[in-house]
């Protein structure tokens, strides 16, 4: 898998018939090794880490309904009463981030109410704060650390 603007860290992966596995230490399970599941992989390592967020407040590919649709977020962190504080989308290296990119972010926030966005495809990373007053986000030179 190609070298990403992450730290590396020591995955456990495996060969199975037809695929490349990647152990999900969040969700306990072997997952097909897609670029974008090798970016999910390192930004948990790296919020965990790096930003010493607490694993038990991290959800990966939550369920929301959006327009009777179902979605999936790829990283949401709850602060510690339970409601979500950080939204992360993940994209695959070659995937260029956009501004649909952030429009798909933009609307899982209607839902979630969540205070920062951040999207990464692992070599590019945007952070945001969310400004509900003024219906945008401003953008952030780094994710704050958890405290």
Same mark, same amino acid.
């Given at each position: 898998?190609?070298?990403?603007?992450?730290?590396?860290?020591?995955?456990?992966?495996?060969?199975?018939?037809k695929h490349t596995l990647i152990f999900d230490?969040?969700?306990?399970?072997?997952?097909?090794?897609?670029?974008?599941?090798?970016?999910?992989?390192?930004f948990v390592c790296f919020l965990i880490d790096?930003?010493?967020?607490?694993?038990?407040? !991290?959800?990966?590919?939550?369920?929301?309904?959006?327009?009777?649709?179902?979605?999936?977020?790829?990283?949401?962190?709850?602060?510690?009463?339970?409601?979500? =504080?950080? !939204?992360?989308?993940?994209?695959?290296?070659?995937?260029?981030?956009?501004?649909?990119?952030?429009?798909?972010?933009?609307?899982?926030?209607?839902?979630?109410?969540?205070?920062?966005?951040?999207?990464?495809?692992?070599?590019?990373?945007?952070?945001?704060?969310?400004?509900?007053?003024?219906?945008?986000?401003?953008?952030?030179? =780094?994710?704050?650390?958890?405290?």
């Open positions: 898998m190609q070298k990403l603007n992450l730290p590396t860290y020591p995955f456990k992966l495996k060969n199975s018939e230490n969040l969700r306990k399970k072997y997952f097909v090794l897609t670029p974008e599941e090798w970016v999910r992989q390192h790096e930003k010493k967020y607490p694993v038990s407040l !991290i959800a990966l590919e939550k369920q929301l309904i959006i327009n009777n649709r179902k979605k999936r977020t790829d990283i949401v962190i709850f602060n510690k009463e339970g409601n979500p =504080d950080i !939204i992360v989308e993940c994209k695959a290296p070659h995937i260029k981030i956009s501004q649909d990119t952030f429009d798909q972010i933009a609307r899982y926030n209607l839902k979630l109410r969540a205070n920062y966005l951040i999207v990464t495809n692992g070599l590019e990373h945007f952070f945001c704060k969310m400004d509900f007053k003024k219906e945008t986000y401003i953008f952030l030179k =780094d994710i704050p650390t958890y405290n």
